[in-house]
């Protein structure tokens, strides 16, 4: 790959706005296109927002009819917002672009910097993004078991399409850790134009999960959100994980060859 130079856009209180964010993401596009600049990383804070990619189903939009951005990327639906650090890496790869190969350098990268601040997180087959694993389900006394929760009657064993947002706080997605279920971390989602990347990854620093309680995460029912802050025990802010990113993300881009998707 090129040298990789990064663009801090704003944080804290220079939080940006998502819509210039993704016109500054266009911007850079081009002129990666054309060869104007090398691979360029735009790394920032969003001010708090839904974003919606362009497999997202009306019902995992929020009930409340909060206003939703949809964008040209791949996946479903998120939040950004204070206290998550979100990458868009703009890459030139090579053609037959492999996309999966994309997606797992930047799991790879986030896998390393949690790593780094002692948390032990995973790959889930069929999911992209990094997570941190649930306990396994079993069967305790009184009924079925979900990490630790013992319930008499479990919406996620009898019903596919059961809603977590008509549900007890008891299901929120923000709760998972506390259900010892599996719970997403960063997210990823990306789009390809013209063999250069655009978009990217989110990962939460110290954010308040809360907010993805109102949607359905990445249209994902039966798993949960968490934060470095919430493993760790501890506030992991943006500014302390941000030169961490930087690093790994340099490191494993620099130490994988892109090679065309087979054909």
């Known amino acids: 790959m090129s040298e990789l130079a990064y ?27 054309a060869d104007e600049i090398p691979d360029t990383c735009l790394l920032l804070e969003h001010r708090p927002v839904y974003t919606a990619g362009r497999r997202t189903l009306e019902s995992e ?12 990327r791949g996946g479903k639906i998120t939040w950004h917002g204070p206290g998550q650090l979100v990458g868009y890496p703009i890459l030139k790869l090579p053609r037959p672009v492999d996309v999966v190969a994309h997606v797992r350098r930047l799991e790879e ?36 078991s979900l990490g630790g929760l013992a319930l008499d009657f479990d919406p996620r064993l009898q019903d596919e399409e059961y809603d977590t947002r008509l549900m007890g706080p008891e299901y929120a997605p923000s709760n998972a850790g506390q259900r010892g279920e599996d719970r997403k971390l960063a997210a990823i989602g990306i789009r390809v134009a ?4 655009m978009h990217g990854f989110s990962l939460n620093c110290d954010s308040d999960n809360t907010s993805f309680d109102r949607i359905v995460p990445c249209g994902i029912r039966d798993a949960g959100v968490t934060s ?10 943006v500014t302390e994980v941000l030169p961490v990113v930087e690093k790994h993300l340099r490191v494993v881009l620099e130490e994988s060859v892109p090679l065309p998707r087979a054909v």
């Open 194 to 197: 013209k063999g250069v990347t």
């Open 228 to 237: 470095l802050s919430g493993e760790l025990g501890r506030p992991v802010s």
């Open 109 to 144: 990268a986030l896998i390393r910097t949690c790593a780094e601040f002692g948390l032990e997180t995973s790959r889930l087959e069929g999911r992209s993004g990094v997570w941190v694993l649930g306990a396994p389900t079993g069967e305790g006394e009184g009924g079925p």
């Open 61 to 72: 939009r929020p009930l409340d009819g909060t206003p939703v951005v949809d964008v040209d």
């Open 7 to 33: 663009v801090h856009l704003g944080f804290g209180a220079d939080a940006v706005d998502y819509r210039e964010a993704w016109e500054r993401q266009r911007e850079v596009h081009a002129a990666r296109f």
